[in-house]
Nanobody
């Protein structure tokens, strides 16, 4: 299983970024996808998850309304649209997958290399 996240970069506070994650190695549409983020010295934090069909999404409460997860099963891609970014959103963002969505990092077996998002004030 390979998960490749991209789209990170440097953005000013209030700006937007869209992260992408491509997945290969198993049938993409059979798996829920999720985004987590991590800063140095802290545990990996749940951001959002989406069901295999895209019909169900979940978010960590503090990010609702600013972040949107979506997927394109025809392209094997999951997206994370991030709006109104703040310096506290600075982190490495990781995508991952499992049969059913979960907000617990320990429930996932495979992780991509992550993409760094830096938000300047």
């Amino acid at each position: 299983v390979q998960l490749q996240a991209s789209g990170g970069g440097l953005v000013q506070a209030g700006g937007s970024l869209r992260l992408s994650c491509t997945a290969s190695g198993r049938t993409f549409s059979n798996y829920a996808m999720a985004w987590f983020r991590q800063t140095p010295g802290k545990e990996r934090e749940f951001v959002a998850a989406i069901s295999w069909s895209g019909g169900s999404t979940s978010y960590t409460e503090s990010l609702k309304g600013r972040f949107t997860i979506s997927r394109d099963n025809a392209k094997n891609i999951v997206y994370l649209q991030m709006n109104s970014l703040q310096p506290e959103d600075t982190a490495v963002y990781y995508c991952t997958q499992r049969r059913s969505p979960s907000s617990a990092a320990g429930d996932y077996d495979y992780w991509g290399q992550g993409t760094l998002v830096t938000v300047s004030s």
